[in-house]
């Protein structure tokens, strides 16, 4: 009964906030902007580019990250929060959280608003487009990390960038000319032209998404969708409180995230201690020395294993699991960028053919 009584509150809280929020950024009718011409990625130095290729992904050390990665190309991070005024706060702290590890705060903000993280109202569409922009401009693709609701749309991004919803997304700038009349990027890569809705992030996260959030207007499409996972993200890691009451996830539940096809996708099962409107809440983590050491050391096989007593802290297996696969991520992505910059150019009749 008391679980019942805290369902329907909780309900009533996402219904309220769906209810009340801000105009989408992309509103129906938006005429495209003019396009600007399209910005190229930087050259990585010579120098930088051979101690980012020499890094193992899968093993990022606190010193590859200050001192090798946060001088090279850095994926743009978009953190989308829950859809509960303040709920917006505690993924700012996850944002501080990225910043205190050494990730630059320059790939973090948005560039239009110089906000931390985005709407869970924001049109999906609209950060597809974003994604391709800021990868056509910076040569990495940028990474998704959803709370809540937040989460959800991580997932409609996907199905966004998949072409599940509209076989043709427009391009989006969000420093401030908004909508482009494109639906292609260069490949800053191959130099190929790409249609936005066949490009694949290489990682995306969405924590304590579903349960009430499926109630509102604007996730009722993603009431069937949410725990199939589409070929549009290389990894995906689904995280789950063992308790939740507005997730509705617990021991009788079975929201286990698959992939339709080959996208490889984890599931991770928090404490039930954690808490679904705090998880995220991780800033503090990074200022006690002892919990980033241990953060900075963790590798998932570690996912079913304690901190250290010394370290015990609130939500620092989800900070430590999201930050591992971010750094991995961030290799990944800066070794491409390297590689494609070292290889010598096509023939002209061969970059033809490409396009």
Known sequence: MRWARALHVATFAWVVAGCTTSPERMPPGSEAMPTARATRPAPVDPALGDRILALDPEHVSDSDVRQVLAKGPTPHVIAIHGGVYPVHLVMDSFARFLTRMGYPERAIRDPGDRSFTQSPYTEAAVLAGEIAWYYEREGVMPVMVGHSQGGMQVVKVLYELAGLFDTAVPVYDPSGSGVEPRTTIVDPLTGARRAVTTLKVQYATAVSAGGAATLLPNQWIMKSRLYRIPDSVVDFTGFMLALDLIAWDGPATDHHYRALDVAHVRN????????????????????????????????????GTSPPANVDLPNILWAADVWYSIKKAWVIEAQALVRAQRKPPAPPAARGAAH
Do not use: Q, S
């Open 268 to 303: 991770v099962t928090l404490p039930a201690t954690y808490a679904h409107i705090f998880v995220v809440d991780v800033g503090p983590l990074a200022k006690d020395e002892a919990a980033r050491a241990w953060i900075n050391a963790y590798t998932p096989d570690l996912a």
